[in-house]
């Protein structure tokens, strides 16, 4: 039984992953459908989703992974706090939504890219794949992320609470301090520390 696990631990995990956030994401939609709130937006977000879940499913083996437990651990609470936001506060202000539909209707687009850029190489620990280059990765180094924080932000718009405040901005800081970890474990490899003397930002091209 060890040794079965041993052999085939990854696809274990990402077929875990792969029902459990399917799971998560069907009801969101289900849920979303049922309020009366089906639209675009939310059609583009199903897609992405699936592509999303899609991946984990088939992604490649890592070749080298982190073995910081406390590194990991950022990089799991990042992925996973939009899931801890409070989605039941519902907007004051017709503009706070008009502001939130923009900025996740872009975010979940260009997260979309992202996860095709990405390809089979998607991963949510820290690890060795294969480094990308194409697409946004051409202009910074970790766009996924960046989009992932700009949707909190429209999620803020959406759902406006201290809380979910709080969770986004709690969410922004694993992020970068992920991002940087990241840089410094995947550093080691020759191809990437040539990615990021070609690519100099993280996030925002020209400032950070």
């Not at 040794?3 to 992953?17: A, E, G, H, R, T």
């Not at 590194?71 to 799991?76: R, S, T, V």
């Not at 405040?165 to 992920?178: E, H």
Request: glycine letters at 6%; proline letters at 3%.
């Amino acid at each position: 039984m060890n040794d079965f696990f041993k052999k085939n631990n990854q696809l274990i995990i990402n077929i875990v992953l792969f029902v459990s956030l399917t799971r998560f994401f069907a009801i969101q939609a289900l849920e979303s459908y049922q309020s009366g709130e089906f639209g675009l937006l939310e059609i583009i977000w199903v897609i992405h989703n699936l592509i999303l879940v899609s991946l984990i499913l088939i992604r490649k083996n890592h070749l080298f992974l982190q073995t910081n437990f406390l590194h990991q651990g950022i990089a799991l609470l990042a992925f996973f706090s939009g899931a801890f936001m409070d989605l039941k506060v519902k907007a004051p202000e017709p503009w706070c939504l008009t502001v939130s539909n923009g900025i996740l209707l872009v975010t979940v687009i260009a997260g979309t890219i992202t996860l095709i850029n990405l390809g089979k190489s998607f991963g949510i620990l820290i690890a060795v794949r294969e480094v990308k280059s194409n697409g946004l990765y051409a202009f910074v180094r970790h766009p996924m992320y960046g989009t992932d924080i700009l949707m909190r932000l429209g999620i803020i718009f959406r759902h406006p609470s201290w809380f979910n405040f709080i969770v986004a901005l709690f969410s922004t800081l694993c992020y970068v301090q992920r991002a940087i970890l990241e840089e410094h474990f995947l550093s080691q490899f020759p191809e990437y520390k040539e990615y990021m003397e070609r690519v100099r930002y993280r996030f925002i091209p020209g400032l950070f």
